[in-house]
């Protein structure tokens, strides 16, 4: 899994990949470049068009691994054994929060912002140590979770967002009670080679970022390869700057594609 995923970014950084957005979405949104993301999370600071956030403030991140050797009487556990491979039940568990504001203009929202991660592994290790170790997943969970709070509001009904990882495809949604935004996952499936060829991925499709809905109509993407918020157009500016909200902490969250 390790070199697949060096080889992904190696197809990103080399090649055309790209988030497809749909036609007529694109012609009635704007598309703006994200700023801050890259770099040290210390006082990481995001822009895009005329949005911005304070100093993104990370509280306690708690990790923790346990493992132990594993005893297992299944013939296909036996059969490694043979070959002097040795095996390990591993736990990994991590958290982690954070918290900011995002504004546009003199509107202003909260964010507050919580990542849950778990995963349960099969390590074998080799004879010879300098072969290293592989892992074989036997089952992950992860949760993002955010409340979102309009400051301009003279009763501020605080936007619950929360996004669950199933099967490898992050869904979830942000709603205040009356509004609900859908979010799901993006992935590219193919991509572009120097020589203008579409070429399949190898090792199936590769997270690409997440697309916003209301009623099933596009309202917003965050394009993770480019590092882009595109949201449409013609939408009241409150909404707009919850959207905003949104999009930025799923580009803050740690954990990106939990599978891999």
């Not at 990994?92 to 202003?108: A, D, L, P, R, V």
């Not at 967002?161 to 499936?189: C, F, H, P, Q, W």
């Not at 199936?204 to 449409?232: C, H, Q, S, W």
Request: overall charge neutral; glycine content about 8%.
């Amino acid at each position: 899994m390790k070199y697949l995923s060096i080889l992904l970014i190696f197809l990103v950084s080399c090649t055309a990949a790209k988030v497809s957005v749909p036609d007529k979405f694109q012609a009635a949104s704007t598309s703006m470049k994200v700023s801050g993301l890259n770099g040290w999370m210390i006082n990481q600071q995001l822009q895009f068009g005329e949005y911005s956030t304070t100093s993104v403030k990370r509280g306690w991140d708690f990790s923790s691994m346990m493992q132990h050797s594993r005893i297992s009487f299944r013939l296909e556990d036996q059969l490694v054994k043979v070959f002097n491979v040795g095996m390990d039940d591993r736990s990994i568990s991590e958290k982690n929060k954070m918290q900011y504001s995002i504004s546009h203009g003199n509107m202003q929202a909260g964010v507050f912002a919580m990542e849950k991660f778990s995963e349960k592994q099969i390590v074998y290790k080799a004879p010879d140590p300098r072969w290293g170790e592989l892992t074989h997943s036997k089952g992950y969970q992860y949760a993002f979770s955010a409340a979102i709070v309009l400051m301009a509001d003279q009763q501020p009904e605080p936007w619950q967002l929360v996004l669950v990882n199933r099967n490898d495809e992050e869904e979830g949604y942000a709603s205040n009670g009356d509004l609900t935004i859908g979010i799901k996952s993006l992935r590219i499936g193919n991509y572009t080679n120097p020589k203008g060829k579409e070429v399949k991925i190898v090792g199936g499709p590769m997270f690409a970022g997440y697309e916003l809905t209301i009623d099933k109509g596009v309202i917003g993407v965050v394009d993770m390869l480019d590092n882009r918020v595109i949201m449409i157009n013609d939408m009241d500016p409150a909404y707009k700057l919850v959207t905003a909200a949104v999009s930025s902490a799923l580009m803050l969250k740690r954990k990106q594609d939990p599978g891999n």
